[in-house]
């Protein structure tokens, strides 16, 4: 057995319905990221550019990523006591009510509450594909199949344009959103009769005891796993919140040009989830220890988001030249998350990683909060004297920098990424 791997029922290993179940969680990524990026491409130029303009949106981010922080603070621990396949459907049925209460708001503060309680439902997204992950799969997997399910996030974002300059300009951004509202209904309704939990797991789930949220707050890992998301995760917001603006911005593009030019950065980060998953499974199959292989692949994965980001402002030139640089740094992001969804299952009980993450996740929605109104700032305070090529590049360099920071938190900071003692009695069934 490979070093930390935990023992799985081979009835789970061999069951072919888990690629089903992780279907189900790559189509529910795809439709949480066609919603969320939805309006930053229908207010990049049009109408909705005359009503919102950076440092707004910008704000308008903010309400997002506040949301998702305090949804963060609990979506995983409601998921984790309702279980996986109603938690799931609450934040399906959530987000997409939200999605489709775009179509009536009309001025920057509305958008603002539609885009809060987006980030409300939202947020459950992650904490309930790795609770399914984590009842489907055993740990030398677990790699790749959140590489499955979080290249929906990439395939949403290779999606979105082409769809919204579509729908957009034949339908009117208003049917756009009630177009895409009616596809996160047909999904719960899909996976309402499709998903159950393995006979194996709710045998566990009977023994086992939820780990206090006390118990993990103490933990080294949840603290500094939580502070480096803070710094790394807001790099693929500024990747995919950005693009657009961007394109019209500093290249001059008309919706009809950025709807396919921006699928380019977005297929380059979908391989990366893939790759990121499978190059870890592949070294543990080479013996490497499974803490030891994720640490590797997640440095390796954020040095290629990292250093094209502080290359751009001095290789950008052309329109092409800054896609690949977006698809570089985001091939890099979804290589590392790809390995990061899987570090609470492997710290702790499998019957809170669901939680864990979404603790985790209150960093990502804080940086997300902070570095969106920071971006609009910049950019209004420097774009209208310097121009907004070099106002971009201030953001370039800036989440260069803030990620190199979360990787350093996580490379010295966060500990190993073993079980953690404390808490093997919740996961062994012992009354603490």
């Known amino acids: 057995m490979v070093e930390n791997q935990i023992p799985v029922s081979p009835a789970i290993k061999m069951s072919g319905m888990r690629w089903v179940m992780v279907g189900m969680a790559f189509l529910a990524t795809v439709l949480n ?31 997002f990523f506040a949301a998702y922080m305090i949804s963060n603070a609990f979506s995983g621990f409601v998921i984790d006591r309702l279980g996986t396949r109603v938690g799931y459907s609450l934040c399906m049925a959530f987000w997409t009510t939200a999605g489709l209460v775009h179509a009536f708001a009309s001025t920057p503060f509305q958008f603002g509450v539609c885009r809060f309680m987006l980030g409300i439902g939202e947020a459950g997204n992650w904490p309930a594909a790795i609770r399914l992950t984590t009842e489907w799969f055993p740990p030398h997997e677990r790699s790749t199949a959140s590489g499955i399910f979080n290249s929906g ?117 979908d391989v990366g989830n893939i790759a990121g998953g499978y190059f ?29 980001l502080l290359a751009g402002p001095f290789v950008i030139s052309t329109p092409i030249s800054a896609l690949i640089v977006f698809g570089l740094a985001g091939f890099g992001y979804t290589a590392y998350t790809a390995n990061t969804l899987t570090f609470p299952a492997d710290v702790v009980p499998k019957n809170s990683a669901a939680s ?61 990424l073993v079980p953690d003692k404390s808490l093997l009695r919740y996961g062994e069934g012992v009354r603490p």
């Open 33 to 63: 990221y066609v919603h969320r990026l939805s309006f930053n491409y229908l207010s990049a130029e049009g109408e909705l550019r005359k009503l919102i303009p950076d440092d707004a949106f910008g704000y308008i981010g903010t309400a």
């Open 153 to 269: 996030s990439a395939l949403g974002a290779v999606i979105v344009p082409p769809l919204v300059a579509l729908l957009g300009v034949n339908y009117g951004w208003q049917a756009t959103f009630v177009i895409l509202a009616v596809c996160g209904y047909l999904w719960l309704v899909a996976f309402w009769f499709i998903y159950y939990t393995p006979k194996e797991n709710k045998e566990e789930k009977k023994e086992a005891f939820r780990v206090p949220v006390k118990a993990l707050l103490k933990t080294r890992f949840v603290r500094m796993f939580t502070l480096s998301k803070t710094f790394m995760d807001p790099v693929w917001y500024f990747v995919t919140f950005w693009i657009g603006r961007y394109l019209v911005d500093v290249h001059h593009l008309e919706m009809k040009q950025i709807g396919w030019l921006a699928m380019i950065p977005f297929v380059i980060a």
């Open 280 to 308: 870890t499974q592949y070294i543990i199959k080479r013996g490497m220890p499974i803490p030891r292989a994720r640490k590797v692949a997640v440095t390796i994965a954020s040095l290629i988001m990292i250093l094209p």
């Open 356 to 416: 864990v993450w979404g603790m985790a996740c209150v960093g990502t929605g804080l940086g997300g909060a902070v570095f969106q109104s920071v971006s609009g700032i910049i950019l209004k305070n420097n774009a209208a004297e310097m121009g907004y090529h070099y106002a971009y590049n201030i953001l370039f360099l800036g989440f260069g920098l803030v990620a190199l920071v979360g990787l350093l938190i996580m490379l010295f900071l966060i500990g190993p």
